[in-house]
């Protein structure tokens, strides 16, 4: 059980390429914390630095009050699992478990007992006397969850220790990480590119792109109040649409959004606007009056329901539908409206087909606005 502080931490390799910057986090006791990124974002080398297989160009790393940035990682009291398992193929699923605390020399009955511990957490007493390869990917990934587990550490670093699973794997093993968390009630920081393995199993998300920590909040809030259309569009599957408009305002004062128009290759040429409610009406817009501005809208904030479509006031849109696919509970619209791509979560009994052009309503409640130069978040 642990706290971690990030205070301006910075990795630089040679070459002075800055892969890290300026990192400030602070991590809870017990706290479930997931870095998110694309590739090459600079999360899996922050856990390294935490781990100490990085050494920290710049900056200090904190566990539990003590400064860490000198220490030998055998020392800092942390278990870091791997997406490839890292076990030793010649030794028993018993032996892999037990290795770390042979070296520490701790006795064989106290082994044991922990070893038993882990195997019966993660389901795996039936399979300590086999070896590595006659098992599963998933049992593999939870020897090494078992490894870890056994040394009783403050602090568990994973680093997309799921990434090499099929999909239904990975979504039981979700869960099944999420319970060891809960059981273990020790300090977990995790690494993915998965946005969806980050909003189910984090009790706060922070997402990174090129070095920088973008926005860190719980999953809930990240989802709804996005910083930036980089945050918008990483998180949420299918992901958030984007189109171009602009903010205009009327002689009644009232603030619209409009977009569309001949040159937007749409056959038909039409302007489509969508009013502001007053709930969206931020002092920041008066600003962005008659300039362009990036509208954000979530697949299920666009409907085809004929509930919907008739009471709506504003935001009814013309759009043909290019793709759908069925996925049993839901059905995905691939539409095209006013020259923008648009995706539509809608309910299964949707009758829109290939080929249909049919009517969708934007839900003016939940637009986002994004500044078009900047890309910060003007409304959410």
């Known amino acids: 059980m642990a706290t971690l502080q990030l205070k301006n931490l910075k990795k630089v390799y040679e070459g002075k390429t800055e892969a890290v910057h300026d990192v400030n986090l602070d991590i809870e006791d017990n706290e479930f914390v997931v870095l998110v990124g694309p590739s090459g974002c600079g999360k899996s080398t922050t856990l390294r630095m935490i781990a100490g297989l990085e050494t920290i160009s710049c900056g200090e790393l904190y566990i539990d009050g003590q400064l860490m940035n000198y220490v030998e990682p055998k020392d800092r009291d942390i278990a870091m699992v791997f997406q490839n398992y890292a076990l030793y193929p010649h030794m028993t699923v018993f032996d892999n478990m037990a290795f770390g605390l042979k070296l520490r020399k701790v006795p064989k009955d106290e082994i044991a007992r922990k070893v038993e511990e882990a195997a019966k957490i993660l389901d795996l007493s039936h399979l300590l006397d086999r070896k590595p390869k006659a098992m599963s990917g998933g049992q593999r990934q939870r020897v090494a969850l ?90 949420g599957s299918p992901q958030m649409n ?44 008066a600003k962005y009056v008659d300039r362009e501005v990036c509208l954000g809208i979530r697949p299920e904030s666009v409907h085809d329901e004929p509930a919907y479509l008739a009471t709506a006031q504003t935001g009814i849109v013309d759009a043909d539908v290019e793709i759908t696919e069925m996925m049993g509970a839901e059905t995905y619209l691939y539409l095209k409206c006013a020259g923008n791509s648009i995706t539509a979560r809608v ?16 839900d003016p409640n939940r637009i986002h606005l994004f500044d078009k130069e900047t890309e910060r978040t003007i409304v959410n």
């Open 146 to 235: 078992g490894r870890a587990i056994v040394r009783s550490p403050k602090v568990f670093l994973l680093d997309e220790p799921l990434s090499n699973l099929d999909a239904k794997l990975r979504a039981q093993m979700r869960t099944e990480i999420s319970k060891l968390h809960k059981k273990l009630g020790t300090t977990f920081i995790y690494v993915t590119h998965d946005q969806t393995e980050a909003m189910t199993m984090g009790d706060r998300i922070v997402v990174m792109k090129d070095g920088f920590i973008q926005q860190v909040d719980t999953p809930q809030v990240l989802y709804e109040s996005p910083v930036n259309k980089f945050v918008a569009g990483f998180l």
């Open 242 to 285: 984007f189109i171009d408009a602009y903010l205009r305002k009327d002689e009644y004062n009232r603030y619209y959004v409009e977009f569309g128009s001949e040159d937007s290759k749409d056959a038909r040429g039409v302007k489509y606007t969508i009013l502001m409610p007053e709930s969206k009406l931020v002092p920041d817009l």
């Open 347 to 362: 309910q299964p009994s949707s009758t829109a087909r290939p080929g249909d052009t049919i009517k969708v309503g934007l």
